[in-house]
Nanobody, 116 residues
Framework: QVQLVESGGGLVQPGGSLRLSCAASGFTFGNYAMKWYRQAPGKERELVATISSGGGSRNYADSVKGRFTISRDNAKNTVYLQMNSLKPEDTAVYYC?????????WGQGTQVSVSS
């Protein structure tokens, strides 16, 4: 079955960096686009970044452009989110996502907290 497992979250000061990872299994990873979402307390889940199956196409929410970078290693079945210049408003639970056979799959999420 499809499994997505996020890691790499934590507490960081404003201006700091974190790299999130999402290890995937149960499907042919290199054939599918991957996405990172986030959900802050009391807010709806929002799309942060998308990467195509081969990695050649990437898109970002305006709020993270120039600060976050999505990448993937198809040999390791892993997608990453490098987050730089973090701001308090980046505080959220971050989820990776893929759509496999017309169904959305989600990981359990990893907490990112940005605070001094």
């Amino acid at each position: 079955q499809v499994q997505l497992v996020e890691s790499g979250g934590g507490l960081v000061q404003p201006g700091g960096s974190l790299r999130l990872s999402c290890a995937a299994s149960g499907f042919t990873f290199g054939n599918y686009a991957m996405k990172w979402y986030r959900q802050a307390p009391g807010k709806e889940r929002e799309l942060v970044a998308t990467i195509s199956s081969g990695g050649g196409s990437r898109n970002y929410a305006d709020s993270v452009k120039g600060r976050f970078t999505i990448s993937r290693d198809n040999a390791k079945n892993t997608v990453y989110l490098q987050m730089n210049s973090l701001k308090p408003e980046d505080t959220a639970v971050y989820y990776c996502n893929t759509k496999f056979r017309f169904r959305d799959y989600w990981g359990q999420g990893t907490q990112v907290s940005v605070s001094s």
